[in-house]
């Protein structure tokens, strides 16, 4: 976590002298008791019992300091009359107290200003590091590979990237807020307390390895009990996530009370592991306070006892003194400790948090991979398999595509199909065999210019919260106006938008959700056409379109014909029939390829899956 502090030491290590300043001002008022009592209030009290008040006016506060503050008699001096040494004990009392107040003065006009730009130039820094974690990790999330989004929850990846995330900056404004304060807080006042007293600090510091072992000892508690309660604050937010996301579902079966009664199991698991957290906090903290305050009485009696037997050169001064500055540095040892147990519920966060940072990326680019600008010759599976642990999803398939060919992949679920396409966008890398463009290997091409190559249109359309516009715009930025509307007209999106008040200008909502599902298929359409990709793929795209739209998709398909290499994976006949070659899986492997016409004129799994499929009476 200090890492993401490195490009912000400036800011920070000013912010730190700041600190010390400021602490060592603190502590400078709470010495000030010392002449305060010695020098000013006890002579003056016993001046008052011995019938000669001292009487202070304001124009005793300009006169020069007398040489008697100072204590010491020039050579040669010799025993003043009564009367003269009353005045110059007087005047000696005025001098130190003017003093006093002229320092406790210059104190509270300098400590608001080091203090305002402490707490200001500490903010800047630590809300630098914020926005640097959140961006370091949006960039990790995006750059993973998709298995690592497949395997999750979403409600767990949620959780990581706020609540962990927010818990790890938390760890930081720990150590640069109250951890650095407190800890010049504490150096300061060891200091001052050794200037004070050397033997009193010394008897107090008898109790600091029983502190310091009982706020470890917590600390370890805490940060083993918070990492399980952030596991289980995961499984609340993804619970919260699947309510959302299926609420259509939940409400169609009446399951609202099944899952409510669900989500509070769950948050009752959470609100146990919470208070486990919770006690192990407030247990060090009450120790902390009994050991301080027992600290505090003892040395407040053992500095009374001294001073009424005389012994260590211990005067009222000096205990006031030592009494207010132990209580000044008590104040942040319970910071200290107190930040101990949050700085261990933070780290227990930060740990998961670094697991998704530290994941390695998406594997990059080789050093001599190069950039393609088309397909030319055509795509080939060379023996290419996927294998998931023991299982292969695509399993040592052959495949020539030449560029411009209306390849379609069919199959019954779980076939292989959208594995195989997933192949040639390279979200996955094949385990064994290749996949060639124009010859050269996918790996040993430029990531970048692969998928500039290819659009994809998939089963579930998603669109971005903004306008239809942008959303279509999404496949190539630079799109002029018109070349968007063209895209739109090909895919018949404008056939709905003319209806809208606002147009293309007309916001989609969350995941598009203002849209009915076959409005939302045709701007992912109208996106990927708008791309112009020398690769077009449709992944059970055509399945929430109606017959009519679905036939202007068809002769849009036909116009590419030719002039580009298109992959459809679809389980309407409809949509498959008129493909150059239609390609059948079944558990990873090719069992048979051909036209429509070739395959339905001999048996097989084609020919089983086209007399079952639910068109083929309207298609055929």
Excluded: C
Aim: hydrophobic share 45%.
């Amino acid at each position: 976590m200090l890492g993401f502090a490195k490009p912000h030491l400036a800011v920070i290590a000013l912010s730190m002298l700041l600190i010390l300043v400021y602490s060592g001002g603190r502590y400078a008022r709470a010495y000030l008791m010392k002449p305060l009592l010695d020098d000013v209030l006890v002579p003056a009290y016993s001046e008052i019992v011995e019938g000669n008040p001292v009487l202070i006016s304001p124009g005793d506060f300009t006169a020069p300091i007398s040489l008697a503050t100072t204590g010491e008699r020039p050579p040669g001096e010799v025993s003043r009359p009564p009367a003269e040494a009353e005045a110059s004990r007087a005047q000696a009392i005025t001098d130190s107290l003017r003093f006093i107040l002229l320092a406790a003065l210059g104190l509270a006009v300098l400590m608001p200003g080091v203090l305002y730009a402490r707490l200001y130039l500490l903010a800047r820094a630590l809300g630098r590091v914020s926005i640097d974690i959140k961006n370091r990790l949006a960039a990790k999330l995006l750059r993973v590979p998709l298995d690592f989004h497949r395997g999750r929850h979403s409600g767990e990846t949620l959780n990581r990237a706020l609540s962990d995330a927010q818990s790890s900056e938390n760890a930081l404004k720990l150590v640069f807020g109250d951890f650095l304060q407190a800890g010049a807080m504490v150096l300061a006042g060891g200091i001052t307390l050794f200037v004070i007293s050397w033997q009193l600090t010394l008897v107090a510091l008898v109790t600091a390895p029983v502190v310091v072992g009982t706020v470890a000892w917590f600390a370890r508690k805490i940060r083993k009990s918070a990492r399980r309660r952030q596991e289980q604050l995961g499984e609340v937010t993804q619970r919260l996530v699947d309510i959302l996301s299926g609420i259509k579902v939940i409400k169609a079966f009446a399951g609202e009370a099944l899952e409510e009664r669900a989500f509070r199991r769950e948050s009752e698991r959470l609100f146990r592991r919470d208070m486990k957290v919770v006690r192990n906090r407030v247990a060090s903290r009450s120790l902390v306070e009994f050991l301080t305050g027992a600290t505090a009485t003892i040395m407040l009696g053992l500095g009374a006892w001294l001073v009424v037997r005389g012994m260590w050169g211990i005067t009222p001064g000096t205990v006031t003194a030592f009494a207010t500055a132990l209580a000044t540095t008590y104040r942040p040892v319970k910071t200290l400790s107190r930040g101990w147990a949050k700085l261990s519920e933070a780290l227990a966060s930060a740990e998961r948090f670094f697991e998704v940072l530290d994941m390695e990326a998406e594997v990059p680019d080789r050093a001599d991979a190069v950039a393609i600008s088309g397909v030319e010759a055509g795509i080939a599976f060379r023996n290419t398999s996927l294998r998931y642990d023991e299982l292969y999803a695509v399993d040592h398939v052959n495949l020539d595509v030449p560029a411009g060919e209306v390849v379609a992949i069919v199959g019954r679920s779980g076939a292989g199909k959208t594995s195989l396409v997933d192949l040639l966008l390279r979200f996955h890398d094949p385990t064994e065999g290749a996949i060639e463009i124009d010859g050269r290997d996918l790996r040993d091409i430029t990531r970048d210019s692969l998928l500039a190559q290819i659009a994809i249109v998939s089963q579930e359309p998603f669109l971005f919260d903004t306008s239809i516009a942008e959303n279509i715009r999404y496949g190539r930025p630079k799109a002029s106006d018109d070349e968007v509307r063209e895209a739109a007209r090909i895919a018949r999106v404008d056939e709905f938008v003319s209806q809208l008040p606002d147009g293309y200008e007309t916001e989609v909502g969350e995941f598009g959700l203002r849209l009915s599902g076959g409005q939302r298929q045709r701007i992912t359409i109208a996106r990927a056409l708008l791309k112009d990709p020398a690769i077009l793929v449709f992944d059970e795209a055509t399945s929430a379109l109606d017959t009519k739209t679905e036939q202007t998709l068809q002769d849009a398909i036909d116009a590419l014909r030719g002039s580009r290499t298109l992959f459809l994976v679809a389980h309407r006949l409809s949509t498959i029939r008129r493909a150059d070659r239609i390609v059948v899986m079944d558990r990873g492997r090719i069992v048979d390829q051909g036209t429509h016409d070739e395959l339905m004129g001999r048996p097989g799994l084609y020919r089983d899956l086209a007399n079952t499929s639910a068109d083929e009476s309207i298609d055929v």
